[in-house]
């Protein structure tokens, strides 16, 4: 009978070992990455490579799925080993839970574009939250984990009965273990803390003056004189922005001053136009409120733009009859998107000089970018300076690393 159930057990034992070590690898490469995606600091360091990094991130997370559903499978027979001992259970139940939350929104956010920007919103929270919950935890539970499965392994080998094998020892009420535990929970803790304060203010609605007072201060450009906003910009009349930017760049965030700064349109026009910092902020200016979707999943509800539709400079110019693209340049020397004429021409296109009644700040692609409301913010050229039209086709920086050419947001 003994040795019967011995059989049984060890390969289950085996294959429980293996699954977790399996896991905690997938595991542990999905929290990096995304830690590295999720904190502005390093999304800033790394650039380009942040695109190839979420690729890699999803792909591991798609993989991760075969792991997941095993550990299901053998959850409930690995749950009789763990009676007497009820932490454990939910030691394994939160790590389940976990996982599922994790995967759930994760798919959504691979999906997003089918999902459209509210859901990917909410399973951008629903990651990050149980990220700055979950990896704690997980990290917590990977010490506890080591302990039962060194016991369990051991157990599988043994040749005594069962009755005498999970016989519960008592322990100390306060162990050296548990010591070590609780002092890695609060270094834990510490490490996560102030990341998990920055997501939460990035995450709710902040106000949006106290927001934008805070975004001011981001603000290198030295451009004078200011651009003076129109009375329905101070309002501001869509009620304030709703939500946070995040800064994505490629480059180092480049600064200007009325020294560097020039806007030019040209390529196939009648009339090719430039125009000083000063020139530029006495055009004749509109105010329009609209969303700001990102493709990973956060979206600016509410946003009061001020500027100049991209339509009013396009016929400031008079664009040639063989011109087709619009090509957009970014004056951080790298970043380019375009927009076919039929695109450029809507009227909600814009560039862009003040937010909710406030000079755009540097690093939000202040002093002029683009705006193209119906279409995923890869379109919106922060640092816009120069508009070519061009007679072919081109394609964008962030489209010619994978991200689709059609940008619309299909379903706001
Ligand atoms: N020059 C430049 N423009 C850019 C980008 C960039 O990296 N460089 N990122 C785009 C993407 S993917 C998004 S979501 C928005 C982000 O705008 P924000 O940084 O102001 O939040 O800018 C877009 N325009
Ligand atoms: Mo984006």
């Given at each position: 009978?003994g040795?019967?159930l011995e059989?049984?057990r060890q390969?289950?034992?085996?294959?429980?070992?293996?699954?977790?070590?399996?896991?905690?690898?997938?595991?542990?490469?999905?929290?990096?990455?995304?830690?590295?995606?999720?904190?502005?600091?390093?999304?800033?360091?790394?650039?380009?490579?942040?695109?190839?990094?979420?690729?890699?991130?999803?792909?591991?997370?798609?993989?991760?799925?075969?792991?997941?559903?095993?550990?299901?499978?053998?959850?409930?027979?690995?749950?009789?080993?763990?009676?007497?001992?009820?932490?454990?259970?939910?030691?394994?139940?939160?790590?389940?839970?976990?996982?599922?939350?994790?995967?759930?929104?994760?798919?959504?956010?691979?999906?997003?574009?089918?999902?459209?920007?509210?859901?990917?919103?909410?399973?951008?929270?629903?990651?990050?939250?149980?990220?700055?919950?979950?990896?704690?935890?997980?990290?917590?539970?990977?010490?506890?984990?080591?302990?039962?499965?060194?016991d369990l392994s051991r157990r599988s080998v043994k040749t005594e009965p069962e009755?005498k094998d999970?016989?519960?020892?008592?322990?100390?009420?306060?162990?050296?273990?548990?010591?070590?535990?609780?002092?890695?929970?609060?270094?834990?803790?510490?490490?996560?803390?102030?990341?998990?304060?920055?997501?939460?203010?990035?995450?709710?609605?902040?106000?949006?003056?106290?927001?934008?007072?805070?975004?001011?201060?981001?603000?290198?450009?030295?451009?004078?004189?200011?651009?003076?906003?129109?009375?329905?910009?101070?309002?501001?009349?869509?009620?304030?922005?709703?939500?946070?930017?995040?800064?994505?760049?490629?480059?180092?965030?480049?600064?200007?001053?009325?020294?560097?700064?020039?806007?030019?349109?040209?390529?196939?026009?009648?009339?090719?136009?430039?125009?000083?910092?000063?020139?530029?902020?006495?055009?004749?200016?509109?105010?329009?409120?609209?969303?700001?979707?990102?493709?990973?999943?956060?979206?600016?509800?509410?946003?009061?733009?001020?500027?100049?539709?991209?339509?009013?400079?396009?016929?400031?110019?008079?664009?040639?009859?063989?011109?087709?693209?619009?090509?957009?340049?970014?004056?951080?020397?790298?970043?380019?998107?375009?927009?076919?004429?039929?695109?450029?021409?809507?009227?909600?296109?814009?560039?862009?000089?003040?937010?909710?009644?406030?000079?755009?700040?540097?690093?939000?692609?202040?002093?002029?970018?683009?705006?193209?409301?119906?279409?995923?913010?890869?379109?919106?050229?922060?640092?816009?300076?120069?508009?070519?039209?061009?007679?072919?086709?081109?394609?964008?920086?962030?489209?010619?690393?994978?991200?689709?050419?059609?940008?619309?947001?299909?379903?706001?």
């Open positions: 009978m040795k019967r059989r049984a390969p289950y034992g085996k294959k429980l070992k293996l699954l977790h070590t399996w896991n905690g690898w997938i595991t542990a490469v999905l929290a990096l990455t995304g830690l590295l995606l999720a904190i502005g600091f390093w999304r800033a360091v790394l650039g380009e490579g942040r695109v190839w990094l979420k690729w890699f991130h999803t792909a591991v997370g798609i993989v991760s799925v075969i792991p997941i559903f095993y550990y299901f499978l053998l959850a409930g027979k690995h749950w009789k080993l763990l009676k007497r001992k009820p932490w454990q259970r939910v030691n394994v139940m939160v790590v389940l839970a976990l996982l599922l939350g994790w995967l759930i929104s994760g798919i959504f956010l691979w999906q997003y574009r089918a999902a459209g920007p509210r859901i990917a919103n909410l399973a951008l929270t629903a990651h990050d939250l149980l990220t700055w919950i979950g990896l704690p935890l997980i990290l917590y539970h990977s010490i506890i984990r080591a302990r039962w499965l060194r009755e999970m016989v519960y020892t008592p322990e100390p009420v306060y162990t050296r273990r548990e010591f070590i535990r609780g002092a890695i929970g609060a270094v834990m803790a510490i490490v996560f803390a102030p990341s998990f304060l920055q997501w939460l203010n990035e995450a709710g609605n902040v106000d949006s003056s106290e927001a934008m007072a805070r975004i001011f201060d981001n603000d290198k450009n030295m451009l004078l004189p200011p651009p003076s906003p129109s009375a329905d910009s101070v309002l501001p009349i869509g009620g304030g922005a709703k939500g946070h930017f995040r800064v994505y760049t490629v480059t180092a965030i480049p600064s200007f001053t009325n020294e560097n700064w020039l806007f030019t349109v040209d390529g196939l026009v009648e009339k090719p136009l430039r125009w000083t910092w000063e020139q530029f902020v006495e055009l004749e200016r509109s105010v329009q409120v609209s969303d700001f979707h990102c493709v990973t999943g956060w979206s600016v509800y509410s946003n009061t733009w001020e500027g100049i539709p991209l339509k009013r400079l396009l016929a400031l110019a008079g664009v040639k009859t063989e011109a087709r693209t619009v090509k957009l340049y970014s004056a951080d020397g790298v970043y380019t998107d375009e927009l076919n004429l039929e695109q450029a021409m809507m009227d909600d296109v814009m560039v862009a000089l003040l937010h909710d009644g406030r000079p755009i700040p540097s690093d939000l692609g202040g002093p002029a970018r683009l705006i193209v409301p119906r279409m995923y913010a890869y379109k919106s050229v922060k640092w816009l300076h120069r508009i070519e039209l061009i007679p072919g086709e081109h394609i964008g920086y962030w489209e010619e690393r994978g991200y689709p050419k059609d940008a619309w947001v299909s379903n706001p």
